[in-house]
């Protein structure tokens, strides 16, 4: 049981104990107290006739349109349903967790003028498992309105749910099965539910992670290719990094020459290997230091008061906290990174095929001429790279216009989510193709019966593509073997140097 005692205590760590590792919540009596307060804040500058956007006034271009008392009652569950304008594909329930823990987080806060009523209804749906289906596009507007919509109307017994197979379901059913009904919503808290960048946070917590493992099984097969070649190891010492004054190129090389060091001097046939082998570690740097950086956005979003209006010392001030484009930003920047380093593995791949550079049999064919090899292995990570190419083009770079030109301006943090997801599937078929290049060069090696074995730091690696896929001795469809190796990837069951 995780216990919250305010919006300062959601850590990246926690969140991902929740959505993902399915830890409970609960809520210190300080959260609590904290929350009730906010809640009178409200209330009070309701009693004194001050306009709130959202509660006392519509929304967007209708701002200016004053609600009477009857109106304003029905305006907050209404909020949430006349927005849900979205369609699946869903987010992934992990996801959907993210997101309501990181909501919960900010109306923790005080500032979102919310119930402790709630927040604790909130945590009871974390708590058993009530997954919003929440769309996974289609969020052309500022802030995250259509998909919060989706995700909270929900609590309110509209909408949908996901059942543990990815099947949707009626939320009010949902929540009868759990002994609970709809939440009744009182002032402001569906503008506070619909508000900020819960979503943005959620997802570009989800794809970080991805991102991060990604990152290391593209150390993983880079390495694999250095000693699949025989490249020499000149590029990978730790005076490079010195030179650099690079702590992050540091740590990289000194990753690279644990998994591929080992072999004599001298043992490479050629003076330099091709440029996309030497400068694998500081495009791994590269990416290690976009991710970093990412993942301080992260942590610093999961804290940030994004309410639009936020109680503040008695005032209910509107605000950008919305515009989540620090995380868009990161996010395509990490597309980038990954779609450079995709590039480099795909270049180390065509160098296996070719016999001037690997010593080995042109297409890794152990008969060339009868028997194809691996060229097309190639020919599939060049199709992956070529799209991967399109989508590191940013998201967030580009405006439009929305509710009568009051909304002009837009982060698209859910589509570069979208991007950054398929990037790094893409990613990963550029990897399987690389690894199954070096686990067939690690057995022609082997034919010749003069060589050791991969370097000690790969031969985990290299035991476990063995079982995975068979050497290529004949012309056979790879691409289930390559399908093998991604699934491999996805579930992160091949041991990294």
Same mark, same amino acid.
């Given at each position: 049981?995780?216990? @919250?005692?305010?919006?300062?205590?959601?850590?990246?760590?926690?969140?991902?104990?929740?959505?993902?590792?399915?830890?409970?919540?609960?809520?210190?009596?300080?959260?609590?107290?904290?929350?009730?307060?906010?809640?009178?804040?409200?209330?009070?500058?309701?009693?004194?006739?001050?306009?709130?956007?959202?509660?006392?006034?519509?929304?967007?271009?209708?701002?200016?349109?004053?609600?009477?008392?009857?109106?304003?009652?029905?305006?907050?569950?209404?909020?949430?349903?006349?927005?849900?304008?979205?369609?699946?594909?869903?987010?992934?329930?992990? #996801?959907?967790?993210?997101?309501?823990?990181?909501?919960?987080?900010?109306?923790?806060?005080?500032?979102?003028?919310?119930?402790?009523?709630? *927040?604790?209804?909130?945590?009871?749906?974390?708590?058993?498992? %009530?997954?919003?289906?929440?769309?996974?596009?289609?969020?052309?507007?500022?802030?995250?309105?259509?998909?919060?919509?989706?995700?909270?109307?929900? @609590?309110?017994?509209?909408?949908?749910?996901?059942?543990?197979?990815?099947?949707?379901?009626?939320?009010?059913?949902?929540?009868?099965?759990?002994?609970?009904?709809?939440?009744?919503?009182?002032?402001?808290?569906?503008?506070?539910? %619909?508000?900020?960048?819960?979503?943005?946070?959620?997802?570009?917590?989800?794809?970080?992670?991805?991102?991060?493992?990604? !990152?290391?099984?593209?150390?993983?097969?880079?390495?694999?290719?250095?000693?699949?070649?025989?490249?020499?190891?000149?590029?990978?010492?730790?005076?490079?990094?010195?030179?650099?004054?690079?702590?992050?190129?540091?740590?990289?090389?000194?990753?690279?020459?644990?998994?591929?060091?080992?072999?004599?001097?001298?043992?490479?046939?050629?003076?330099?290997?091709?440029?996309?082998?030497?400068?694998?570690?500081?495009?791994?740097?590269?990416?290690?230091?976009?991710?970093?950086?990412?993942? #301080?956005?992260?942590?610093?979003?999961?804290?940030?008061?994004?309410?639009?209006?936020?109680?503040?010392?008695?005032?209910?001030?509107?605000?950008?906290?919305?515009?989540?484009?620090? %995380?868009?930003?990161?996010?395509?920047? !990490?597309?980038?990174?990954?779609?450079?380093?995709?590039?480099?593995?795909?270049?180390?791949?065509?160098?296996?095929?070719?016999?001037?550079?690997?010593?080995?049999?042109?297409?890794?064919? &152990?008969?060339?001429?009868?028997?194809?090899?691996?060229?097309?292995?190639?020919?599939?990570?060049?199709?992956?790279?070529?799209?991967?190419?399109?989508?590191?083009? &940013?998201?967030?770079?580009?405006?439009?216009?929305?509710?009568?030109?009051?909304?002009?301006?837009?982060?698209?943090?859910?589509?570069?989510?979208?991007?950054?997801?398929?990037?790094?599937?893409?990613?990963?078929?550029?990897?399987?193709?690389?690894?199954?290049?070096?686990?067939?060069?690690?057995?022609?090696?082997?034919?010749?019966?003069?060589?050791?074995?991969?370097?000690?730091?790969?031969?985990?690696?290299?035991? *476990?593509?063995?079982?995975?896929?068979? &050497?290529?001795?004949?012309?056979?469809?790879?691409?289930?073997?390559?399908?093998?190796?991604?699934?491999?990837? #996805?579930?992160?069951? @091949?041991?990294?140097?």
């Amino acid at each position: 049981m995780i216990t @919250l005692a305010g919006h300062g205590d959601l850590s990246r760590e926690t969140v991902e104990a929740v959505a993902w590792g399915g830890q409970r919540l609960a809520l210190a009596p300080a959260a609590v107290e904290r929350v009730a307060a906010g809640q009178a804040e409200l209330a009070a500058l309701l009693a004194r006739g001050t306009r709130v956007y959202g509660v006392s006034t519509g929304m967007g271009w209708l701002a200016s349109v004053d609600l009477d008392p009857a109106a304003q009652e029905r305006h907050q569950r209404n909020l949430l349903l006349g927005r849900a304008v979205g369609g699946p594909p869903w987010l992934e329930a992990a #996801e959907a967790r993210a997101l309501l823990v990181a909501r919960l987080g900010n109306l923790l806060s005080g500032h979102a003028g919310v119930g402790p009523e709630l *927040c604790r209804f909130l945590v009871d749906r974390v708590n058993d498992g %009530l997954v919003p289906a929440v769309p996974r596009r289609g969020a052309g507007s500022p802030g995250e309105v259509v998909p919060l919509a989706h995700a909270f109307q929900t @609590l309110a017994g509209a909408g949908l749910v996901l059942r543990p197979d990815g099947s949707a379901q009626d939320a009010g059913a949902a929540l009868a099965e759990r002994g609970a009904l709809p939440h009744r919503l009182r002032a402001k808290e569906g503008i506070a539910l %619909l508000a900020g960048s819960p979503l943005a946070t959620a997802l570009a917590l989800a794809r970080l992670r991805s991102a991060e493992r990604l !990152a290391g099984q593209l150390l993983a097969s880079a390495a694999a290719a250095i000693d699949a070649l025989q490249a020499p190891l000149d590029p990978y010492d730790e005076a490079i990094g010195r030179l650099a004054g690079n702590p992050l190129l540091g740590e990289v090389l000194a990753d690279l020459r644990r998994a591929a060091g080992g072999r004599a001097a001298g043992e490479a046939a050629r003076l330099q290997a091709p440029v996309s082998f030497r400068v694998a570690p500081q495009t791994l740097a590269q990416l290690r230091r976009t991710l970093g950086r990412l993942d #301080e956005d992260v942590r610093r979003a999961l804290v940030a008061v994004t309410d639009s209006p936020a109680l503040v010392g008695g005032r209910a001030l509107a605000g950008g906290g919305f515009h989540a484009v620090g %995380l868009a930003s990161g996010m395509d920047a !990490a597309a980038v990174a990954l779609a450079q380093a995709a590039e480099l593995a795909g270049q180390r791949l065509h160098r296996l095929l070719d016999g001037r550079f690997s010593g080995l049999p042109d297409q890794l064919s &152990p008969d060339p001429g009868p028997v194809t090899g691996l060229v097309a292995v190639h020919k599939r990570a060049v199709g992956a790279l070529h799209e991967a190419r399109r989508l590191a083009t &940013p998201a967030s770079v580009g405006q439009a216009e929305t509710s009568l030109g009051q909304e002009d301006a837009a982060s698209f943090a859910p589509e570069a989510a979208e991007q950054l997801r398929r990037v790094e599937r893409l990613t990963r078929e550029v990897v399987a193709c690389e690894l199954l290049a070096a686990r067939q060069a690690w057995w022609l090696r082997g034919r010749g019966g003069r060589w050791d074995g991969p370097a000690p730091g790969l031969r985990p690696l290299a035991a *476990c593509l063995e079982e995975l896929v068979a &050497p290529v001795d004949r012309d056979r469809p790879l691409g289930p073997d390559l399908e093998r190796l991604i699934g491999a990837l #996805e579930r992160h069951e @091949l041991p990294l140097p």
